[in-house]
C-alpha cells in the first residue's frame, strides 16, 4: 500500500496524517452501509474482527425475512458495548449453522438464541465468550434442533440473566480482578469459570431459585483482591470446575465454593510463597485430575476430596502451626488417594483442640491410617470424647513446667516419707504443705500470718519471741514452706537453702537497718489468656523467626551422642580458615606505606587474628588431652565465642549439651516432644516457650552437674589462661557465671526471651486482655531473710548470702500480693568513696533488677518497660528522703543492670535516651564483678536535676497508651482448653 501514498502526506499534521491512514483501512462504503463503518471506526473492538462480522450481517441481511437470524441487532450491540479483548462470534454461530445444514433445519432455529446474545452483549456480556464456553458445550452434539426451544435455550436464559446479575455487583462490577501483583480479566472469570461449570446442567437444576440464589451468593461474598487467595482459587476450584464442567451436579459444585468466604480473609494474610505451601495440588488441576480419574476416581469424588481439604484448610489455617499440618496432609492425600480420606481427616482435625502442637496431630494420624477403615469413625470418636486427646496419646502430662517448680519437684522427693505419702503426690512445696496443714490445722493460721509478714515486710519487726513460735511451727518442712514464698529458691547457682530455721538465719546474717521503711504498690496486668487463634498467627510476620528457627532445629534433629569428633573437626576448620585472612593481611601490611594509619590499622588487624589463630591452636591442643567434662566446657566456650561467625560449631556444641543431659528423664521427654513438634521453616508462640522452657531447665542441669562443678574447681591456671580469650564474661575466669553465659548465647536465649515478648506485646495490641490485674508491692528492706535476696531473683548473687551483712547495702523485694509469693529483687548499695564526678557527693548504686524469669516470660516489652519504672519510683522516693543521686552501674557490662539482658536494653534505652551524665570513675565498690565494670555508671536520678524524676509522669502516659489500645482491641475468644 505504501506505493500508492503520495509523498506530499508527509507534511500533513498527525491528525491528517491518521485520518489519511484510516481511510485506507476503511475504504468508503456504499451509502447504505455507512453508519456500520463509522460504528467500526468508534467502536472499541478491534477492527480485524467487526469487518468479517459485518460481511456475516450482510450475507444475513439478502436472505428472506422470514429466513433471517438477526445478526444485525447483536452486531450493533457487539459494536456498541464490546471491547478489545471481544472476538467475531459468527465463526462459532457457523458451527451451529451447520449442524443445521446436515438435518435439514432452518437457520432461522437461531434466531432465539441470536437475540439472547443480542440481548446479553447489551449488558456487556461476550457473544463469542457466552458461545464458546456455555452454548456450544451444552448443545454442539444435540442435533435435535427441534427441540432446541426447550432443551437449552431456558438453561442459557438462566445462565445470562446470571451472568448479568453478578456483573452488576461486587467484586465483578470492574473490569479487571486482583491485586497489584496478579490481574484477572472479569469476564473471563465471569464466562470461563463461573457460567461453564453450569452450562451443561439439567434444566430441573437449573430452575431451582434455591440453589442458583446460593450459587450467586457465594460469588457475591468474595473481593477477588488477593494473590495469594486467587492462586488457590485457580488451582483448587476454578481448574477442577472447568475441567469437569458438565459432570457436576449444582449441589456438588455448591459443596466446593461454600468454604470459599470464610477461607478468603486468612489466605489474603498469607504472602503467596506462603499460600503455596499449602496446596493440594502443585502441578496443573488438569494433569492432578486426570491422575486421579486413571485410578477408578469420579468426578465426585475429586469434588469430595477437593471440598474436604479446602475446609481443611480453613479449619486450620486460623491454628499457630496451620502451615506444617496442612502441608503434611497434601502429602498424605496426595499419596493415599481414598475419595472419603479429606472428610475423615476432616472429622478428626475438627476433634482436636485448636491448640494442639504438630506431635498431636502426627500421632492421630498416623493412628488413623493404621486402623483399618471400618473403625475409623469410632477412632474419632474416642478422641473427641476425651477432649480432643485419644487415651493413648503418649503426651498427657505437662512437660513444660516452670523450671523452678521442676527443681522443687526433685529436692522435695524426700518430703514423701516424711509424710508418709506417695512421691507421684509431691509435684512441688505447695502440695508438701497442703499435706502438712492437713495433719496439723491449727497451724495454718500461723502459716498465713508468716506468709503476710513477709510480703508485705513486717519481718523487719520479728523478735526472738516471735522467730521462736515460726520456727516450731514450720518445723520439718521450713525449707518448703519458704519455697512456696520464694519461689526461686534453690536457683540456678545456689541449690541449698541459707538456713534449716529463721532462728538460724537471723544469727548467721545479722542486719541493722538505718533506712526507713520505703513501698511502693502497683497493679500490674499479666499476659495469661488465651489469644485467638489467628491472631496469634497473624503477627508472627513481625517476629524474627530465622534466628531461633537454628535453636529449633538442634531440638527438632538431637543427637543421640556427644559430638566430641565433630567438635574436634569443626574447631580444626575454624582454625583452618584463618589461614587466608592472615596471609593476605600480611601482604597488605607489608605493601602499605609506613607509618600510616592503613598500616596501623592493618598492623592491629594482623595482631587480633595471629592472637585469634594462637588462642585456638592452644584450645585445640587442650581439648585433645582434656578430661571428656573439659571437653565439654571448652566446647561451649568456643562454640559461644564465634556463634555469630560458624553457626555450625555453635550448633553442635548446643546438641552436645542436649545429648550430654539427655538421661534427665524430663528433658528427654520433652526433645522426644519437641522432635515431633517442631516443623522446619514454622514456630508458634506455644513453641517458642516450651523452648524456653526446656532450655531453662538445662541450664539448671548444667548448674547442679557435680562434673561440671568438680571441673571448675579444679581447673589450672594453665587451663584458665588458655580458655580466658574465649569467655564472654568480663571477668576471664571459668565459673559457673562463665558456663551460665556461654549456654545462654549458644541458644540465643535472650534474644528468644525478647522476640517472645515482642510477640506478646504485639497480641496484646491485637486482643483485650481481661484477667484482673496482680497486685504487685515493692519495698526497701534489710533484714535477715534477705540473705536470700539472690534467690528473689532467681541470679548468680544467690551465692553470696553473706552481702547482706553489709550495712550500706539494701534489697528491693518485688511481692506479687495477688499470688502471695516474692517474684523479684533489685539491689541497693549506698557508696561513701568520693567520686570527682559526682562532686564528691555519696551516691545510691541501683542494679541487680531481676523479676522472676517466670514472670518475665508473662510480660510485653511495654508491660517490662511498666515494671521497671514501678521499680523507678521507688528509686525516685530513695533520692528524696537521703538526699543522694541513683546511679546506674555497669551500663557497658552485661549482667550487673539485670541477668536479663532483654530487660537490660530496656532500661538502658529508657535511661540513655534522656542523655543522663555518664561517669567513669564510680569506684569504691566491687561485688561478684570488677570495680572498674560497676565504675562506668549513668547517673540516671539527682536532686540537683529535678527533670531528672520522670517515672511517675512516663507510667501514667504509659498505662494511658496500653489502656487506650486495650479498649479498641477485640475481646478475647473464649480459652481452649489442650
Same mark, same amino acid.
Given at each position: 500500500?505504501?506505493?500508492?501514498?503520495?509523498?506530499?502526506?508527509?507534511?500533513?499534521?498527525?491528525?491528517?496524517?491518521?485520518?489519511?491512514?484510516?481511510?485506507?483501512?476503511?475504504?468508503?462504503?456504499?451509502?447504505?452501509?455507512?453508519?456500520?463503518?463509522?460504528?467500526?471506526?468508534?467502536?472499541?473492538?478491534?477492527?480485524?474482527?467487526?469487518?468479517?462480522?459485518?460481511?456475516?450481517?450482510?450475507?444475513?441481511?439478502?436472505?428472506?425475512?422470514?429466513?433471517?437470524?438477526?445478526?444485525?441487532?447483536?452486531?450493533?450491540?457487539?459494536?456498541?458495548?464490546?471491547?478489545?479483548?471481544?472476538?467475531?462470534?459468527?465463526?462459532?454461530?457457523?458451527?451451529?449453522?451447520?449442524?443445521?445444514?446436515?438435518?435439514?433445519?432452518?437457520?432461522?432455529?437461531?434466531?432465539?438464541?441470536?437475540?439472547?446474545?443480542?440481548?446479553?452483549?447489551?449488558?456487556?456480556?461476550?457473544?463469542? %465468550?457466552?458461545?464458546?464456553?456455555?452454548?456450544?458445550?451444552?448443545?454442539?452434539?444435540?442435533?435435535?434442533?427441534?427441540?432446541?426451544?426447550?432443551?437449552?435455550?431456558?438453561?442459557?436464559?438462566?445462565?445470562?440473566?446470571?451472568?448479568?446479575?453478578?456483573?452488576?455487583?461486587?467484586?465483578?462490577?470492574?473490569?479487571?480482578?486482583?491485586?497489584?501483583?496478579?490481574?484477572?480479566?472479569?469476564?473471563?472469570?465471569?464466562?470461563?469459570?463461573?457460567?461453564?461449570?453450569?452450562?451443561?446442567?439439567?434444566?430441573?437444576?437449573?430452575?431451582?431459585?434455591?440453589?442458583?440464589?446460593?450459587?450467586?451468593?457465594?460469588?457475591?461474598?468474595?473481593?477477588?483482591?488477593?494473590?495469594?487467595?486467587?492462586?488457590?482459587?485457580?488451582?483448587?476450584?476454578?481448574?477442577?470446575?472447568?475441567?469437569?464442567?458438565?459432570?457436576?451436579?449444582?449441589?456438588?459444585?455448591?459443596?466446593?465454593?461454600?468454604?470459599?468466604?470464610?477461607?478468603?480473609?486468612?489466605?489474603?494474610?498469607?504472602?503467596?510463597?506462603?499460600?503455596?505451601?499449602?496446596?493440594?495440588?502443585?502441578?496443573?488441576?488438569?494433569?492432578?485430575?486426570?491422575?486421579?480419574?486413571?485410578?477408578?476416581?469420579?468426578?465426585?469424588?475429586?469434588?469430595?476430596?477437593?471440598?474436604?481439604?479446602?475446609?481443611?484448610?480453613?479449619?486450620?489455617?486460623?491454628?499457630?502451626?496451620?502451615?506444617?499440618?496442612?502441608?503434611?496432609?497434601?502429602?498424605?492425600?496426595?499419596?493415599?488417594?481414598?475419595?472419603?480420606?479429606?472428610?475423615?481427616?476432616?472429622?478428626?482435625?475438627?476433634?482436636?483442640?485448636?491448640?494442639?502442637?504438630?506431635?498431636?496431630?502426627?500421632?492421630?494420624?498416623?493412628?488413623?491410617?493404621?486402623?483399618?477403615?471400618?473403625?475409623?469413625?469410632?477412632?474419632?470418636?474416642?478422641?473427641?470424647?476425651?477432649?480432643?486427646?485419644?487415651?493413648?496419646?503418649?503426651?498427657?502430662?505437662?512437660?513444660?513446667?516452670?523450671?523452678?517448680?521442676?527443681?522443687?519437684?526433685?529436692?522435695?522427693?524426700?518430703?514423701?516419707?516424711?509424710?508418709?505419702?506417695?512421691?507421684?503426690?509431691?509435684?512441688?512445696?505447695?502440695?508438701?504443705?497442703?499435706?502438712?496443714?492437713?495433719?496439723?490445722?491449727?497451724?495454718?493460721?500461723?502459716?498465713?500470718?508468716?506468709?503476710?509478714?513477709?510480703?508485705? %515486710?513486717?519481718?523487719?519487726?520479728?523478735?526472738?519471741?516471735?522467730?521462736?513460735?515460726?520456727?516450731?511451727?514450720?518445723?520439718?518442712?521450713?525449707?518448703?514452706?519458704?519455697?512456696?514464698?520464694?519461689?526461686?529458691?534453690?536457683?540456678?547457682?545456689?541449690?541449698?537453702?541459707?538456713?534449716?530455721?529463721?532462728?538460724?538465719?537471723?544469727?548467721?546474717?545479722?542486719?541493722?537497718?538505718?533506712?526507713?521503711?520505703?513501698?511502693?504498690?502497683?497493679?500490674?496486668?499479666?499476659?495469661?489468656?488465651?489469644?485467638?487463634? +489467628?491472631?496469634?498467627?497473624?503477627?508472627?510476620?513481625?517476629?524474627?523467626?530465622?534466628?531461633?528457627?537454628?535453636?529449633?532445629?538442634?531440638?527438632?534433629?538431637?543427637?543421640?551422642?556427644?559430638?566430641?569428633?565433630?567438635?574436634?573437626?569443626?574447631?580444626?576448620?575454624?582454625?583452618?580458615?584463618?589461614?587466608?585472612?592472615?596471609?593476605?593481611?600480611?601482604?597488605?601490611?607489608?605493601?602499605?606505606?609506613?607509618?600510616?594509619?592503613?598500616?596501623?590499622?592493618?598492623?592491629?588487624?594482623?595482631?587480633?587474628?595471629?592472637?585469634?589463630?594462637?588462642?585456638?591452636?592452644?584450645?585445640? %591442643?587442650?581439648?585433645?588431652?582434656?578430661?571428656?567434662?573439659?571437653?565439654?566446657?571448652?566446647?561451649?566456650?568456643?562454640?559461644?565465642?564465634?556463634?555469630?561467625?560458624?553457626?555450625?560449631?555453635?550448633?553442635?556444641?548446643?546438641?552436645?549439651?542436649?545429648?550430654?543431659?539427655?538421661?534427665?528423664?524430663?528433658?528427654?521427654?520433652?526433645?522426644?516432644?519437641?522432635?515431633?513438634?517442631?516443623?522446619?521453616?514454622?514456630?508458634?508462640?506455644?513453641?517458642?516457650?516450651?523452648?524456653?522452657?526446656?532450655?531453662?531447665?538445662?541450664?539448671?542441669?548444667?548448674?547442679?552437674?557435680?562434673?561440671?562443678?568438680?571441673?571448675?574447681?579444679?581447673?589450672?591456671?594453665?587451663?584458665?589462661?588458655?580458655?580466658?580469650?574465649?569467655?564472654?564474661?568480663?571477668?576471664?575466669?571459668?565459673?559457673?557465671?562463665?558456663?551460665?553465659?556461654?549456654?545462654?548465647?549458644?541458644?540465643?536465649?535472650?534474644?528468644?526471651?525478647?522476640?517472645?515478648?515482642? +510477640?506478646?506485646?504485639?497480641?496484646?495490641?491485637?486482643?483485650?486482655?481481661?484477667?484482673?490485674?496482680?497486685?504487685?508491692?515493692?519495698?526497701?528492706?534489710?533484714?535477715?531473710?534477705?540473705?536470700?535476696?539472690?534467690?528473689?531473683?532467681?541470679?548468680?548473687?544467690?551465692?553470696?548470702?553473706?552481702?547482706?551483712?553489709?550495712?550500706?547495702?539494701?534489697?528491693?523485694?518485688?511481692?506479687?500480693?495477688?499470688?502471695?509469693?516474692?517474684?523479684?529483687?533489685?539491689?541497693?548499695?549506698?557508696?561513701?568513696?568520693?567520686?570527682?564526678?559526682?562532686?564528691?557527693?555519696?551516691?545510691?548504686?541501683?542494679?541487680?533488677?531481676?523479676?522472676?524469669?517466670?514472670?518475665?516470660?508473662?510480660?510485653?516489652?511495654?508491660?517490662?518497660?511498666?515494671?521497671?519504672?514501678?521499680?523507678?519510683?521507688?528509686?525516685?522516693?530513695?533520692?528524696?528522703?537521703?538526699?543522694?543521686?541513683?546511679?546506674?552501674? %555497669?551500663?557497658?557490662?552485661?549482667?550487673?543492670?539485670?541477668?536479663?539482658?532483654?530487660?537490660?536494653?530496656?532500661?538502658?534505652?529508657?535511661?540513655?535516651?534522656?542523655?543522663?551524665?555518664?561517669?567513669?570513675?564510680?569506684?569504691?565498690?566491687?561485688?561478684?564483678?570488677?570495680?572498674?565494670?560497676?565504675?562506668?555508671?549513668?547517673?540516671?536520678?539527682?536532686?540537683?536535676?529535678?527533670?531528672?524524676?520522670?517515672?511517675?509522669?512516663?507510667?501514667?502516659?504509659?498505662?494511658?497508651?496500653?489502656?487506650?489500645?486495650?479498649?479498641?482491641?477485640?475481646?478475647?475468644?473464649?480459652?481452649?482448653?489442650?
Amino acid at each position: 500500500m505504501s506505493e500508492h501514498l503520495d509523498p506530499s502526506i508527509y507534511d500533513l499534521e498527525a491528525e491528517e496524517l491518521d485520518s489519511y491512514r484510516r481511510e485506507e483501512v476503511f475504504p468508503s462504503p456504499p451509502e447504505g452501509e455507512r453508519k456500520y463503518w463509522r460504528l467500526i471506526r468508534e467502536a472499541g473492538t478491534s477492527p480485524s474482527q467487526s469487518i468479517p462480522f459485518l460481511s456475516a450481517v450482510q450475507l444475513d441481511q439478502i436472505r428472506r425475512p422470514a429466513d433471517r437470524v438477526g445478526l444485525e441487532r447483536l452486531f450493533l450491540a457487539y459494536l456498541t458495548h464490546g471491547g478489545p479483548t471481544w472476538l467475531n462470534p459468527y465463526p462459532l454461530l457457523q458451527r451451529l449453522e451447520r449442524s443445521l445444514e446436515k438435518y435439514l433445519g432452518p437457520k432461522k432455529a437461531l434466531a432465539p438464541l441470536v437475540d439472547l446474545l443480542a440481548r446479553l452483549a447489551e449488558k456487556g456480556i461476550s457473544p463469542h %465468550g457466552f458461545l464458546l464456553y456455555v452454548v456450544l458445550p451444552r448443545m454442539e452434539g444435540d442435533f435435535n434442533w427441534r427441540e432446541w426451544e426447550d432443551h437449552h435455550f431456558p438453561a442459557f436464559r438462566t445462565i445470562g440473566d446470571l451472568l448479568v446479575s453478578l456483573r452488576q455487583e461486587a467484586p465483578f462490577d470492574k473490569p479487571v480482578l486482583g491485586d497489584e501483583h496478579l490481574h484477572l480479566a472479569r469476564d473471563v472469570v465471569l464466562i470461563k469459570y463461573l457460567a461453564r461449570p453450569l452450562a451443561r446442567l439439567p434444566r430441573a437444576e437449573l430452575q431451582r431459585d434455591d440453589l442458583i440464589l446460593e450459587y450467586q451468593s457465594v460469588w457475591r461474598s468474595l473481593h477477588l483482591a488477593s494473590t495469594t487467595f486467587i492462586h488457590f482459587l485457580r488451582t483448587h476450584i476454578l481448574g477442577p470446575l472447568y475441567t469437569l464442567s458438565g459432570k457436576l451436579s449444582l449441589d456438588q459444585i455448591i459443596e466446593l465454593l461454600a468454604p470459599l468466604p470464610e477461607l478468603e480473609p486468612l489466605l489474603a494474610s498469607l504472602p503467596p510463597e506462603k499460600g503455596l505451601s499449602v496446596h493440594l495440588y502443585h502441578a496443573l488441576p488438569e494433569r492432578e485430575i486426570l491422575k486421579r480419574t486413571t485410578k477408578d476416581y469420579l468426578p465426585s469424588h475429586v469434588i469430595r476430596e477437593l471440598s474436604a481439604y479446602t475446609r481443611l484448610v480453613a479449619r486450620l489455617l486460623p491454628r499457630p502451626l496451620g502451615i506444617p499440618v496442612l502441608r503434611l496432609i497434601a502429602y498424605l492425600l496426595r499419596m493415599r488417594m481414598e475419595p472419603d480420606l479429606g472428610r475423615t481427616i476432616l472429622s478428626l482435625v475438627e476433634s482436636l483442640p485448636p491448640k494442639g502442637g504438630l506431635v498431636l496431630y502426627k500421632w492421630h494420624l498416623k493412628r488413623l491410617f493404621s486402623i483399618p477403615v471400618n473403625r475409623r469413625e469410632a477412632f474419632i470418636a474416642e478422641t473427641a470424647g476425651h477432649q480432643g486427646v485419644h487415651p493413648a496419646y503418649p503426651f498427657t502430662e505437662d512437660l513444660f513446667p516452670d523450671p523452678e517448680e521442676t527443681h522443687q519437684r526433685h529436692a522435695f522427693a524426700e518430703y514423701a516419707k516424711l509424710l508418709s505419702v506417695e512421691p507421684d503426690r509431691i509435684k512441688g512445696a505447695s502440695d508438701i504443705v497442703h499435706l502438712y496443714l492437713r495433719r496439723h490445722p491449727e497451724l495454718e493460721p500461723v502459716f498465713s500470718l508468716i506468709r503476710e509478714d513477709i510480703l508485705e %515486710g513486717r519481718d523487719r519487726r520479728w523478735d526472738p519471741e516471735r522467730i521462736s513460735l515460726y520456727d516450731k511451727a514450720t518445723g520439718p518442712i521450713h525449707a518448703p514452706f519458704l519455697r512456696t514464698i520464694i519461689p526461686g529458691m534453690g536457683s540456678l547457682f545456689y541449690t541449698a537453702p541459707k538456713s534449716p530455721s529463721f532462728q538460724d538465719l537471723a544469727s548467721r546474717y545479722p542486719v541493722s537497718p538505718t533506712l526507713p521503711p520505703l513501698s511502693h504498690t502497683f497493679p500490674l496486668t499479666l499476659t495469661t489468656s488465651t489469644p485467638q487463634l +489467628w491472631e496469634e498467627a497473624s503477627v508472627k510476620e513481625r517476629i524474627a523467626l530465622q534466628p531461633l528457627l537454628a535453636v529449633s532445629a538442634v531440638f527438632r534433629t538431637p543427637l543421640a551422642s556427644p559430638p566430641e569428633q565433630e567438635v574436634f573437626r569443626a574447631i580444626s576448620r575454624k582454625l583452618l580458615s584463618l589461614r587466608e585472612p592472615l596471609e593476605r593481611t600480611y601482604q597488605e601490611l607489608a605493601a602499605a606505606p609506613s607509618p600510616s594509619p592503613e598500616a596501623a590499622h592493618l598492623r592491629q588487624r594482623y595482631e587480633h587474628l595471629l592472637a585469634r589463630q594462637r588462642a585456638l591452636r592452644t584450645a585445640l %591442643g587442650l581439648y585433645q588431652e582434656a578430661s571428656p567434662h573439659l571437653r565439654f566446657l571448652i566446647a561451649l566456650m568456643v562454640g559461644a565465642h564465634f556463634g555469630k561467625s560458624d553457626p555450625e560449631l555453635s550448633r553442635l556444641a548446643l546438641s552436645w549439651t542436649l545429648a550430654r543431659y539427655r538421661h534427665d528423664p524430663l528433658l528427654a521427654k520433652q526433645i522426644a516432644y519437641l522432635s515431633e513438634d517442631l516443623a522446619e521453616d514454622d514456630l508458634s508462640l506455644a513453641q517458642l516457650s516450651q523452648i524456653t522452657l526446656s532450655l531453662e531447665h538445662l541450664f539448671r542441669l548444667v548448674a547442679d552437674d557435680p562434673h561440671i562443678r568438680d571441673a571448675l574447681d579444679h581447673t589450672s591456671t594453665e587451663q584458665q589462661d588458655v580458655l580466658a580469650p574465649f569467655l564472654l564474661t568480663r571477668r576471664k575466669t571459668l565459673t559457673l557465671d562463665a558456663v551460665d553465659a556461654a549456654l545462654k548465647r549458644l541458644c540465643r536465649y535472650h534474644q528468644m526471651l525478647a522476640e517472645q515478648a515482642k +510477640w506478646q506485646e504485639l497480641l496484646s495490641r491485637t486482643y483485650r486482655q481481661e484477667e484482673p490485674p496482680h497486685t504487685f508491692k515493692l519495698y526497701l528492706s534489710k533484714t535477715p531473710l534477705d540473705a536470700y535476696y539472690g534467690d528473689m531473683g532467681g541470679i548468680c548473687l544467690s551465692e553470696h548470702p553473706e552481702a547482706i551483712t553489709n550495712p550500706d547495702l539494701y534489697v528491693a523485694r518485688l511481692a506479687d500480693l495477688t499470688s502471695g509469693t516474692i517474684q523479684g529483687v533489685a539491689v541497693l548499695y549506698r557508696n561513701t568513696v568520693p567520686s570527682q564526678s559526682m562532686g564528691g557527693r555519696p551516691y545510691w548504686f541501683a542494679f541487680a533488677i531481676n523479676p522472676l524469669p517466670s514472670l518475665c516470660r508473662k510480660l510485653s516489652n511495654a508491660q517490662l518497660l511498666q515494671m521497671y519504672l514501678n521499680y523507678r519510683i521507688l528509686f525516685e522516693e530513695l533520692s528524696r528522703r537521703t538526699g543522694m543521686p541513683v546511679l546506674l552501674p %555497669g551500663i557497658s557490662s552485661w549482667g550487673i543492670i539485670s541477668n536479663n539482658d532483654h530487660l537490660r536494653r530496656i532500661i538502658l534505652r529508657y535511661e540513655l535516651m534522656r542523655k543522663p551524665p555518664v561517669l567513669k570513675d564510680a569506684t569504691g565498690f566491687s561485688f561478684y564483678y570488677h570495680e572498674y565494670q560497676y565504675a562506668h555508671a549513668a547517673c540516671i536520678i539527682d536532686p540537683a536535676r529535678p527533670d531528672s524524676f520522670t517515672a511517675r509522669r512516663d507510667l501514667e502516659a504509659l498505662t494511658a497508651h496500653l489502656a487506650s489500645d486495650s479498649a479498641t482491641a477485640p475481646a478475647p475468644s473464649a480459652p481452649v482448653s489442650a
